[in-house]
C-alpha cells in the first residue's frame, strides 16, 4: 500500500485515450453529465463536478439511470473492474434507451476479460470506451486515473493537460509526517469529516479511504446544512465525547478549510470547532490549497497516510477487501 501512495504521481503521465465508437463530448457543447458508478469508481465525478461549475452533473450511485436522463445528455459508465452490478444495470439501461454512452473500466486490449464483463458489452454494443491501465492497485488509489479518463469523456483537454501538468510536481512522500500525525490522533477514535458544500467530494474521498484502508466507521457532512441539524447531536447539553450514541463511538471532528469559501462558511467552520473543543472533543482543520488540483490531490495524499498509518497502528491489513467480497458473494447466493 505504501507503494501505491507513492506511485500515485505516475498515474498522471497517463494519455487517456476514446476507443470503440467515435465519441462526441456533448457535455462540450453545455448538455448534462449523468456519471454512473459505484464506490472508488465514481468518487473522480465529484471532483470533475469541482472543476466544470459551468456543467450540470448528475452522479448516480445505484441501479438503473436517474428519471430524468434523456437523449441530449451524456452518460458515463464507471466501473473500475468492469463487473459492478449496479452499473451493469446502468449500462444496460443506457444502451437500450439509445442514450450516448462513454465506458471507463480497467484493462488492455491483449488481455481477454481484462476489463471485466462491462469492457467486453462496450465492445459488443460498439459503445465508447476509456480503459484505464491494469496496475492491480484498488479504485480508491487509482483517482489519478479516474479524474484524467472523466475529463476526457467530456472533451475538456484544458483541465487534462493542467492535471498532467500538475503531476509533474506533486510528490505524494511529502506528506507522510502530516498523515502519520493525524493517525495518532485518531487511534479508537472515529473520524467525522466536515466540509463545505463545494467541497464535498473531497469530504467524501476521505470517508472512502478511512472506511476502506484503515477500516474503521468514518461519516462526513457538509456546511451549512450540518450546523441546521447534525450538531445538536454533539452539542445538545449533556452531550459528552464518552457518551455519544451510548459510547458505541468517540468522535474525532476534521474540518477541511478553505480560503476560497464563503466567508460566512469559514466562520461557520470556526465557531463549530470551537463549541466542539470546548464539549471535549477532539477537532483539527486540515487547510486546502488554492489550486483546484493540489486542493483535491494533496489532501488524497494526507489522508492515503493517515488512513494507512491507522490501519498499521490497529494491526489491519490496509488492502484487504473480504468484508465487500464476502458480501458480493451473499448477493450472488
Known sequence: MFEQIKKVKEQFLWEPEVAGKPH????????????????????????????????????????????????????????????TEEVLDSFEKSVNAGFDVIVVTVGSDDTVGAGGKLLELAKEKNVSYIQIPKTGIEPRMALGYSLLAMLKTVGD???????????????????????????????????????????????????????????????????????????????????????????????????????????????????????????????????????IFEKIFNSLAVVDHASYALAQNSGFDPEDSSAIEEFKKKMKN
Request: aromatic fraction near 10%; glycine fraction near 8%.
Open 24 to 83: 462526441f463530448a456533448k457535455a462540450s457543447r453545455g448538455a448534462r453529465v449523468i456519471s454512473c458508478g459505484m464506490g472508488g469508481s465514481n468518487i473522480a465525478s465529484g471532483f470533475l463536478e469541482m472543476l466544470r461549475a459551468d456543467l450540470e452533473i448528475i452522479i448516480h450511485r445505484s441501479y438503473g439511470l436517474p428519471t430524468t436522463v434523456s437523449r441530449n445528455d451524456l452518460v458515463i459508465i464507471s466501473s473500475y473492474s468492469g463487473n
Open 157 to 291: 483537454e484544458e483541465n487534462l493537460k493542467k492535471a498532467q501538468e500538475f503531476g509533474k510536481n506533486f510528490n505524494p512522500e511529502n506528506f507522510e509526517k502530516e498523515g502519520r500525525a493525524l493517525a495518532e490522533k485518531l487511534t479508537g477514535k472515529t473520524p467525522i469529516i466536515y466540509s463545505s458544500w463545494n467541497n464535498k467530494a473531497i469530504a467524501y474521498a476521505w470517508k472512502i479511504k478511512f472506511n476502506e484502508i484503515a477500516k474503521v466507521p468514518t461519516f462526513f457532512n457538509v456546511f451549512p446544512e450540518l450546523n441546521h441539524n447534525e450538531i445538536v447531536g454533539f452539542l445538545s447539553q449533556g452531550a459528552t465525547p464518552e457518551g455519544v450514541c451510548g459510547g458505541a463511538i468517540n468522535p474525532h471532528f476534521i474540518f477541511l478549510k478553505d480560503s476560497q469559501d464563503h466567508p460566512r462558511i469559514q466562520k461557520r467552520m470556526e465557531i463549530t470547532q470551537k463549541m466542539l473543543e470546548e464539549k471535549g472533543f477532539g477537532a483539527e482543520a486540515v487547510d486546502l490549497k488554492r489550486d
